[in-house]
């Protein structure tokens, strides 16, 4: 496997920098794709999607990143920081030497990721966003500011324990695959990532206090939207909302999972990625295609207390459900949503 490069970059003087693993020549075969960039949540760095590496590597670049405000990069200023992180992404697209890259968001990542997409479509091959967090209600606010309150006091463990959880679906009659490993996971990421970084605590801070914009529709990205059955964050119905402001889309939910479905179904997710962003069938069954928003309407959405009704029994993904056109509402901020990376020692660092 060719060795990985680590790139170091500015953005309206912010230190930042990105991880390319270049795609692996012996793999043999002739589908590949344009490089793949994949963002993760508040806390997520460069070493996060090691899953990403084995699925995308025979078929496209792999590129993760630490974007201002995230990982060993520099804090993001006061201010909005969506321009800064739409320049910073355009920095690594202009650094590959790119004309157009595949790209993944997740959770807070998927803000960013939509942002960019929206801003200059032309750059962007194919677009997947996952746990989209576009609408969070006031009882989230209020857990959240309890969590923070308890970070401020210098109480780490109690918010780790308390982040870890406001992104969990823990209700035991919904079954949530390996959910206690992730659970343990993502309270020790937290950790983690609050004890090696400076400034993990205001990152987490500002991504609460955000506002994404995942109003207003895209048009002309191939785009597909995926949830966990079980999101707790945003539910899917609310994602599959979304994804209808998104012309010509997809949308499906996988079974037995919850926001974390990248912990929890890790291989089904990047197969999933692999597959769109390689233009092959995405599973079993036929997904969907969305129709593009109507402004102005409303279709009936689905009962919440029917969480399974996308569902296909086992570990297989979910099919797309038929839906209507649908109008999105402005997002509140979302809670931090993406593994922290894990620690690996940087092979062929350039730049």
Do not use: K
């Not at 890259?101 to 990542?109: A, D, K, M, P, V």
């Not at 823990?170 to 490993?181: A, I, N, S």
């Not at 889309?249 to 769109?276: G, I, K, M, N, Q």
């Amino acid at each position: 496997m060719p060795e990985e490069i680590i790139r170091s970059l500015t953005v309206d003087g912010l230190r930042y920098g990105y991880r390319l693993l270049p795609r692996d020549p012996a793999a043999g075969g002739t589908r590949t794709t344009e490089p793949v960039l994949v963002i993760g949540g508040a806390l997520q760095g460069m070493f996060g999607w090691p899953q990403m590496d084995d699925h995308l590597g025979p078929v496209a670049d792999v590129v993760t990143a630490d974007l201002p405000g995230m990982g060993s990069a520099d804090p993001l200023p006061p201010g909005p920081s969506a321009p800064v992180l739409r320049a910073a992404v355009t920095g690594i697209i202009d650094d590959l030497g790119a004309s157009r890259i595949n790209l993944f968001g997740f959770s807070y990542g998927a803000a960013i990721a939509f942002g960019c997409a929206r801003h200059d479509p032309r750059r962007v091959a194919r677009l997947v966003l996952g746990g989209v967090p576009t609408h969070i209600g006031d009882d989230q606010r209020a857990y959240w500011l309890r969590a923070t309150q308890a970070l401020e006091q210098g109480d780490a463990e109690g918010f780790a324990s308390q982040a870890a959880d406001g992104l969990m679906c823990l209700d035991p009659e919904r079954h949530v695959h390996r959910r206690e490993l992730a659970r343990r996971y993502v309270r020790r990421s937290f950790l983690h990532a609050l004890a090696h970084s400076e400034h993990a605590a205001a990152s987490l801070r500002r991504a609460l206090g955000d506002r994404p914009d995942f109003s207003g529709g895209l048009s002309g990205v191939p785009a597909l939207v995926f949830a966990g059955e079980h999101d707790t964050v945003t539910p899917p119905e609310l994602q599959r909302e979304f994804a209808g402001t998104i012309e010509g889309s997809r949308f499906l939910t996988l079974p037995e999972s919850d926001h974390w479905v990248v912990l929890e179904r890790s291989d089904e997710v990047a197969d999933l990625v692999t597959r769109f962003f390689t233009d092959q069938p995405l599973g079993p069954d036929p997904v969907t295609r969305l129709p593009h928003q109507t402004q102005g309407t409303r279709a009936e959405q689905p009962s919440r207390s029917a969480p399974g009704a996308h569902r296909v029994p086992g570990p297989q993904l979910s099919r797309g459900a038929e839906v209507t056109p649908e109008e999105s509402t402005p997002a509140s901020p979302p809670p931090p949503g993406s593994p922290t990376p894990r620690t690996a020692p940087a092979r062929g660092r350039a730049g």
